[in-house]
């Protein structure tokens, strides 16, 4: 499984596959990262992707901008660690 490193917060937390997304883990590890709709449709819980890519299991209609992902519903794709700039 990934690890998620949340770069800025200095966490690295470990992806279990039970979290719906980045964003939920993020707040079990007690991160307080922006968010709004948390459906995919308002774009304010994008962070910018340093490394590794995502996954939108259940898609999207908001589009980030280049290079960022929505963190309330991406998870990793594949094993790789994904680092986050939050
Ligand atoms: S919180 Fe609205 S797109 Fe993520």
Redesign the pocket.
């Given at each position: 499984m990934a690890n998620i490193v949340f770069k800025k917060s200095g966490v690295t937390a470990p992806w279990t596959g039970n979290e719906e997304s980045i964003?939920e883990l993020g707040e079990i590890h007690d991160l307080d990262l922006d968010?709004?709709?948390?459906?995919?449709?308002?774009?304010?819980?994008?962070q910018p992707i340093l490394s590794g890519e995502v996954d939108y299991p259940n898609g999207?209609t908001?589009e980030p901008d280049e290079g960022n992902a929505?963190?309330?519903?991406c998870q990793p794709k594949g094993d790789a660690d994904l680092v986050i700039g939050a």
């Open positions: 964003l968010y709004g709709c948390r459906m995919g449709n308002c774009t304010a819980c994008q999207h908001g929505l963190l309330c519903c």
